[in-house]
Nanobody, 130 residues
Framework: QVQLVESGGGSVQAGGSLRLSCAAS????????MGWFRQAPGKEREAVAI??????????YYADSVKGRFTISQANSKNSVLLQMDRLKPEDTALYYC?????????????????????WGQGTQVTVSS
């Protein structure tokens, strides 16, 4: 059973930076679409950034609201995904969840839909104050 564990949330002022990490364990298959969703109080869960993890880096996908500010990447260990969040805004405040699904293809079709993902972490809070 695949397990995802997030770390790195916290509080920061607007304009600051945070880095989230998601470590995966309990798998033997390495082709995942893996990344981050977020959910603010009273709002639906939304996709933030996803990357195809084939062990050698791969295609990445971003929500329009974070393009140019957030960067998703694989850590050197290959079983972790990092989300570097720069120029944070108060509207980025949310509970951030790591999510993943296995794929046979080198692309993440349907990456924006939460129903596509069958593995989820517990979430880590990100709070950005103005």
């Amino acid at each position: 059973q695949v397990q995802l564990v997030e770390s790195g949330g916290g509080s920061v002022q607007a304009g600051g930076s945070l880095r989230l990490s998601c470590a995966a364990s309990g798998y033997t298959y390495s082709r995942f679409c893996m990344g981050w969703f977020r959910q603010a109080p009273g709002k639906e869960r939304e996709a933030v950034a996803i990357i195809y993890t084939d062990g050698g880096g791969g295609n990445s996908y971003y929500a329009d609201s974070v393009k140019g500010r957030f960067t998703i990447s694989q850590a050197n260990s290959k079983n972790s995904v990092l989300l570097q969040m720069d120029r944070l805004k108060p509207e980025d405040t949310a509970l951030y969840y790591c999510a993943a699904y296995t794929t046979l293809w080198a692309r993440c079709e349907g990456w924006e839909s939460s129903t596509r993902y069958n593995y989820w972490g517990q979430g880590t809070q990100v709070t950005v104050s103005s």
